[in-house]
């Protein structure tokens, strides 16, 4: 008997615990429930991801945010949190989170994703902008930033043979490891409306064949906007050896002859306007609107070549994974998306309004931020500029050094300080680049 009622109390147990584990898969514990389907969303690592790309202000990411709601791995393989830099009118605080931030980085600890701009204030109100990175070719050799050719051969979105391989190429490191990842650009050119201008040079040629030309028009070209020996010799900058690949003769010569051909204009009363032409940054949108619009002349593009003929560019904005981050698949995958011609039309918060480096935007079938695109005549003629980048630089130290010469030259008395003013600025960017 007694062995009869502990095998009847032992089936009771049994069904008793049969019973709550059938409540269980079917949602009877829904705390347990809950938890489980929670778990996979609160391994959705966050990236931190620092931005510097507003000079005045803190960074807008409204059309960033409203491109990610279009890319799968937005929220389900990461989150994003974002930090701005201090903008430049807090200059103290500014410094202080450049400080630290350096300090971090060096220390192991750092953002995983980077998005930079490199500034300068050519108004000169705000002169001593402190930049995170101010010769970003110098932070490439202390290994901050995570090399990217094996993610890039994996890449799902951007279409690397559509990015403008000389913009590309300025993010590689000595050892030709692709580490940053240029995400805007810039040129110059002179714009000649084409009903009022005849071409008759044979182009390319470089800027001082360009100063010595017979015709006015490739004159004008040559000299340039204010900053035009920047132009001229940026991308002949050793940085890793820490040297300049131009001597202090050839900068004093085309010194000389662009203060020359200048003052000899000036006093022949003649201006690049009186053949239909001006000197303008290629950009995106309203920077340029009065320029390039649906009514725009059709003009003749004519780059201020640098000393080796080519045509010099500049990164505005380039993105970088730290070196140190956990989660380098996911940073990756975020600057992936980024990086796909869909955001480089659409993220404008990105961009600052500069050149996408997607090779096939700006034209009428390819349109960019807020629908702008170039003419047939004028796109053709921006792709055979663009065609001839030999040179691409960042805004670093030596380039203001070189942007900064001209006002000064214009000021020079005499030849004596004419010459002193050249070899001062050339003694100073060598030091720049021995301490960078």
């Known amino acids: ?15 008793c615990c049969a019973c709550q584990t059938q409540g269980t898969e079917s949602g009877g514990d829904s705390s347990l429930k ?80 980077l998005i930079l701009r490199n500034f300068y204030d050519r108004t000169g109100v705000m002169p001593d902008i402190k930049n995170l990175f101010p010769v970003p070719q110098s932070a490439m050799k202390q290994n901050l930033f995570l090399p990217l050719d094996d993610y890039i051969a994996n890449a799902k979105y951007m279409d ?15 050892e030709g490891r692709q580490v940053l990842l ?30 010595n030309s017979a015709g006015a028009g490739v004159q004008w070209a040559g000299l340039g906007l204010m900053d035009s020996f920047s132009t001229a010799f940026a991308g002949q900058v050793d940085y890793p050896g820490e040297k300049l690949l131009f001597t202090e003769e050839e900068l004093l010569e085309l010194v000389q002859k662009s203060r020359d051909l200048w003052k000899e204009k000036e006093a022949q009363g003649e201006h690049c306007s009186g053949i ?10 309203p920077i340029n609107e009065s320029f390039f619009h649906l009514k725009a002349p059709d003009y003749i593009m004519i780059p201020g070549y640098n000393s080796q003929g080519g045509v010099t560019a500049f990164v505005n904005t380039y993105a970088a994974i730290y070196s140190g981050t956990q989660y380098p698949d996911q940073a990756f995958a975020f600057l992936d998306s980024l990086l796909s011609k869909e955001a480089q039309q659409q993220v404008v918060d990105l961009w600052g309004m500069r050149l996408p480096v997607h090779m096939d935007l700006c034209q009428k079938e390819e349109k960019t931020a807020d ?28 380039v203001i050094e070189l942007m900064e010469l001209w006002p000064q030259v214009n000021a020079a008395e005499d030849e004596a300080q004419l010459e002193k003013l050249v070899h001062d600025s050339y003694t100073r960017m060598r030091m720049i680049l021995a301490e960078s």
Not at 5 to 14: D, E, F, K, Y
Not at 184 to 208: I, N, V, W
Not at 371 to 394: K, P
């Open 1 to 15: 008997m007694k062995k009869h009622r502990l095998l009847i109390s032992l089936l009771i147990l049994l069904l």
């Open 34 to 113: 809950q938890e489980h389907s929670a778990a996979p969303q609160s391994q959705v690592p966050t990236l931190r991801v620092l931005t510097d790309l507003a000079m005045g202000g803190s960074f807008s990411s409204r059309s960033l945010m409203e491109f990610l709601k279009t890319v799968p791995e937005y929220k389900s393989e990461y989150k994003l949190t974002f930090q701005s830099l201090p903008p430049a009118e807090n200059a103290e605080a500014r410094e202080g989170e450049v400080t630290r931030l350096r300090i971090d980085m060096m220390a192991g600890k750092g953002p995983d994703v």
């Open 160 to 174: 690397w043979d559509k990015l403008l391989p000389a913009a590309m190429e300025a993010g590689r490191d000595e």
């Open 182 to 211: 240029p995400m805007s650009y810039s040129f110059d050119t002179a714009l000649f409306e084409k009903d009022q201008y005849s071409l008759t040079a044979q182009l390319p040629m470089t800027r001082m064949e360009m100063l």
């Open 276 to 285: 239909g032409c001006t000197v303008r940054e290629i950009s995106v949108g």
């Open 371 to 398: 629908g702008w695109y170039l003419s047939e005549w004028n796109y053709q003629q921006f792709t055979e500029v663009r065609d001839q980048i030999n040179a691409v630089e960042y805004m670093t130290p030596v």
